[in-house]
T-cell receptor, first 114, second 114 residues
Framework: GAVVSQHPSRVICKSGTSVKIECRSL??????MFWYRQFPKQSLMLMAT?????????EQGVEKDKFLINHASLTLSTLTVTSAHPEDSSFYIC??????????FGSGTRLTVV | AQSVTQPDIHITVSEGASLELRCNYS??????LFWYVQSPGQGLQLLLK??????LVQGIKGFEAEFKRSQSSFNLRKPSVHWSDAAEYFC????????????FGTGTRLQVTL
């Protein structure tokens, strides 16, 4: 079946620094990837949709300059949280879309900004 | 507007008892339907999905779900719950167009008592 690898699983960074999260589809080509944010005990909130080779589409209220998304290849999308602040601390999950498998999720990244 | 409703925020069942988690959706046309499970601090694992055909869908870990078009429902069931089934369960729907965005329900937290 389809596998999506997300790294790192946990990261702690200082306020004001940037953090990059990687999402890779290991055994299929993902033309579209999605980035979600999940607050404790809540559902997933879609942040943006990234398509390989084009700019990401951000959901309303998501700051595109703070959450930089790059989808440079059919197997890799990255989310960079720039100038991170404590309020950016959250659980971030990526998902890859493939016509055969539907939607496969990464294992998530727990970001803590101190 | 598209929406997914999971009426039960929290359910507690005894190990060995049967389980039914409810999911209702509001969509313009019959969407694709999914059930995912999330353990604490983890990503989402696909339990089952409905695209077309038989309305009773079998999934992993002994779960099944039944699509009822007349009720716009896609309830998840398991005949006998195991303690390891304790987790958060999300129903999700997506339009049938390629690489559309998933819409998630708010989730149901399942607690299993021994």
């Amino acid at each position: 079946g389809a596998v999506v690898s997300q790294h790192p699983s946990r990261v702690i960074c200082k306020s004001g620094t940037s953090v990059k999260i990687e999402c890779r589809s290991l055994d299929f080509q993902a033309t579209t990837m999605f980035w979600y944010r999940q607050f404790p005990k809540q559902s997933l909130m879609l942040m943006a949709t990234s398509n390989e080779g084009s700019k990401a589409t951000y959901e309303q209220g998501v700051e595109k300059d703070k959450f930089l998304i790059n989808h440079a290849s059919l197997t890799l999308s990255t989310l960079t949280v720039t100038s991170a602040h404590p309020e950016d601390s959250s659980f971030y999950i990526c998902s890859a879309s493939d016509p055969n498998y539907g939607y496969t999720f990464g294992s998530g990244t727990r970001l803590t900004v101190v | 507007a598209q929406s997914v409703t999971q009426p039960d925020i929290h359910i507690t069942v005894s190990e060995g008892a049967s389980l039914e988690l409810r999911c209702n959706y509001s969509y313009g046309a019959t969407p694709y339907l999914f059930w995912y499970v999330q353990s604490p601090g983890q990503g989402l694992q696909l339990l089952l999905k409905y695209f077309s055909g038989d309305t009773l869908v079998q999934g992993i870990k002994g779960f099944e779900a039944e699509f009822k078009r007349s009720q716009s429902s896609f309830n998840l069931r398991k005949p006998s719950v195991h303690w390891s089934d304790a987790a958060e369960y999300f129903c999700a729907v997506v339009a049938r167009e390629a690489a559309s965005k998933l819409t998630f329900g708010t989730g149901t937290r399942l607690q299993v008592t021994l």
